[in-house]
């Protein structure tokens, strides 16, 4: 999610490089014409030394290092010395300690507000924190909706589980992220270290942070939390330094004027100025947290996310409905409430009773929860609780029985177009595929695009994963294509209807702030656990940020180019294919990358839904204790995650060009 985000922010530049790409002389045009014909030839040679030199085949077995061995046995001597070596009882012991301690501390305050109180206070704090208008009360009655709705279906010990994992995890998280964005903020040289390091972090799966924590920390509630602080702290720290890198010059030069020190600067206008972008990677960080607190219940995490899993093992659909609904309502509902902060930053207090604004209004809300915890509520009333997951079952027995359109059109998908994909690609010559990497990254990107993506395709190779990782690859790049056309189509039609385009925000905005957990429910409903359902609800999960990246790329288009085009006659079509289209050609293939990115997401996830290859190597390497194979897939799906985000990412624009 906050990829999407940070893709938005970057395709305020993307046009503009746009239009200075298409306004270059036809000498320059013709060069890279050419360029791209030698690159062609030189391609062919290469194809045809390498049938000569090499053969075909998949990657040779002389090539392959295991690693599971050694990782197995590295696991089994955490296991061993776990209890008695000084670096688990003086460091790791202690930072594990902290960690279930913390958690326990937060659980333990909840449940002893009472569920009233936990309720009253989530209310008035959503309220306070949106402001007191219209717009708090609809947060207001958001968070009253979803905090009602995991007591009534049964929920609520899960519940405050979850809550406290979030707590615990999204302030350490916020912590270090903001501390990091300030050293990034301030320092040119940490800004350029840091920016490979939280790029890559952000083209990994949820799922590659998993096995390192469990390797180290054994499974249970310090691994989860963990992985959670590390997986949701780099939008703080790219949102933080953002932020203090945007400060207004004016204002800076103003306060240097005024004889303030380098330190009073920071503290009196940048980090002032930088709050609405804080706040924004604040709400970027919770989102981050509860979409991997979720997947966290595959190492003993607990809380919602485990019900869901429990409940997927056994395709019980009714359960992970009731379970998923209220993870998407705490979705919802903290998105709100910190989106709502955020646009009120700067804005001018309302007049009137002093009392509701400001601490003091802080204080009224600190008391009512006081109030409420007074009543000795204790845990949810079973009275209030209603069983959905026999009328849910029901419904999906229905579906299933009546609606076969949906298992026909899997079973034709994953007969005609993912087995033929899947096989093409294992069948290719393993030296094929590292010069289609090579050639694909040196077009789109620069020479250290293709040499990184050529590098982590090889890795592959040797780790022995070769064919199950090409498998995933069939799978990732048959929901991009489905992703992209219509992510395109939706994209432009929103461009065009402002009037759609406000009409589908909303359903944009519910879906962006599911977790990827969650989607895995309705496609196992819909089309069991096969392929294709994980193919679908990585489709689903990535569209929001297509769509959204696409409907900005072209209605930023210059318009003097489009009234340019209407002057000599051009129709609504030519306009969007002929000055739109390529006008927004960044901004397009920024949509590919933070689509392909998603789309892998989803589709490692979906090994526990029957997606197969190096997801389910992953959830079996987690659950069954097999560390070697669950590190094997999980080092080749970071692999695989760096291959693809090279392959599409269009490199920045250096200044001179800007």
């Keep these: 999610m906050s990829a999407a985000v940070d893709s938005l922010s970057k395709t305020n530049t993307t046009t503009t490089a746009a239009g200075s790409a298409a306004s270059q002389p036809l000498w320059r045009r013709r060069r890279a014409l050419a360029g791209g014909a030698a690159g062609a030839v030189a391609l062919a040679v290469a194809v045809a030394l390498g049938v000569a030199l090499l053969g075909g085949g998949g990657w040779p077995a002389a090539l392959t290092v295991d690693i599971a061995g050694p990782l197995d046995d590295a696991n089994a001597w955490v296991i061993d010395n776990r209890d008695t070596h000084p670096l688990f009882l003086y460091f790791l012991l202690h930072l594990s300690n902290t960690a279930t301690d913390a958690v326990d501390a937060v659980y333990r305050l909840l449940d002893a507000l009472g569920w009233l109180g936990v309720v009253v206070a989530g209310v008035l704090g959503a309220w306070r924190a949106a402001g007191l208008g219209l717009r708090g009360s609809r947060v207001a009655l958001t968070a009253l909706g979803a905090l009602g709705v995991c007591g009534l279906l049964g929920m609520w010990d899960a519940t405050l589980l979850t809550i406290a994992l979030m707590v615990v995890s999204v302030a350490v998280a916020a912590v270090l992220g903001a501390l990091i964005g300030l050293l990034a903020g301030v320092s040119d040289r940490v800004d350029r270290a840091l920016r490979p390091v939280l790029d890559t972090m952000q083209v990994l799966p949820a799922f590659a942070y998993l096995l390192p924590f469990v390797l180290v920390f054994g499974t249970g509630t310090p691994a989860a939390l963990f992985c959670t602080v590390i997986y949701a702290a780099p939008p703080m720290a790219r949102l933080t330094a953002l932020g203090l890198r945007r400060a207004d010059p004016a204002v800076l030069e103003a306060v240097t004027s005024l004889g303030a020190s380098g330190r009073q600067r920071l503290w009196t206008a940048r980090l002032p100025l930088a709050r ?179 590098a982590a395709m090889a890795a592959i190779g040797v780790l022995g994963v070769w064919a199950k990782s090409l498998d995933t690859l069939s799978q990732v790049l048959a929901a991009l294509v489905v992703t992209l056309v219509v992510g395109f189509l939706a994209g432009v039609l929103c461009a065009r209807a402002g009037r759609l385009e406000r009409w589908l925000r909303p359903l944009l905005d519910a879906m962006q702030t599911m977790p990827q957990f969650v989607y895995l429910i309705p496609v196992v409903a819909l089309f069991g656990a096969t392929r294709t359902a994980a193919i679908v609800a990585a489709v689903v999960y990535a569209l929001p940020a297509v769509v959204r990246i696409t409907t900005q790329g072209l209605r930023e288009v210059d318009s003097a180019a489009l009234e340019a085009s209407r002057s000599l006659g051009a129709s609504t079509r030519q306009q969007l294919l002929q000055v739109q289209l390529p006008l927004a050609r960044p901004a397009l293939q920024l949509a590919v990358n933070q689509g392909v990115v998603l789309v892998l997401a989803v589709v490692v996830v979906g090994g526990l839904v029957g997606g197969g290859a190096l997801g389910y190597d992953v959830v079996k390497g987690l659950s069954r204790g097999e560390m070697g194979i669950g590190m094997t897939a999980g080092i080749a799906i970071v692999c695989l995650g760096l291959v693809l985000d090279r392959i599409t990412q269009r490199p920045a624009a250096s200044p001179k060009h800007r």
Excluded: C
């Design 276 to 454: 609405r972008q804080m706040l924004l990677g604040l709400n970027q960080t919770i989102m981050m947290a509860l979409s991997m607190v979720v997947i966290a219940a595959l190492v003993g995490a607990g809380g919602l996310g485990e019900e869901v899993y429990s409940a997927l093992s056994t395709t019980d659909v009714g359960k992970a409905f009731a379970a998923g609904l209220p993870i998407v309502l705490i979705a919802i509902w903290l998105d709100r409430t910190t989106a709502a902060a955020g646009d009120r930053i700067g804005a001018r207090a309302p007049s009137g009773n002093r009392l509701l604004h400001g601490g003091p209004a802080w204080a009224l809300v600190a008391a009512a929860v006081a109030v409420a915890a007074a009543v000795r509520t204790t845990a949810w009333p079973d009275a209030w609780t209603y069983d959905i997951s026999t009328p849910v079952n029901k419904a999906q027995e229905w579906i299933t029985g009546n609606l076969t359109f949906t298992e026909v059109w899997a079973r034709e998908f994953t007969l005609w177009i993912l087995n033929p994909l899947r096989d093409t690609l294992i069948w290719l010559p393993w030296w094929s595929v590292l010069l289609l990497v090579a050639a694909t990254a040196w077009l789109v990107g620069r020479w250290t695009a293709a040499l990184t993506a050529t």
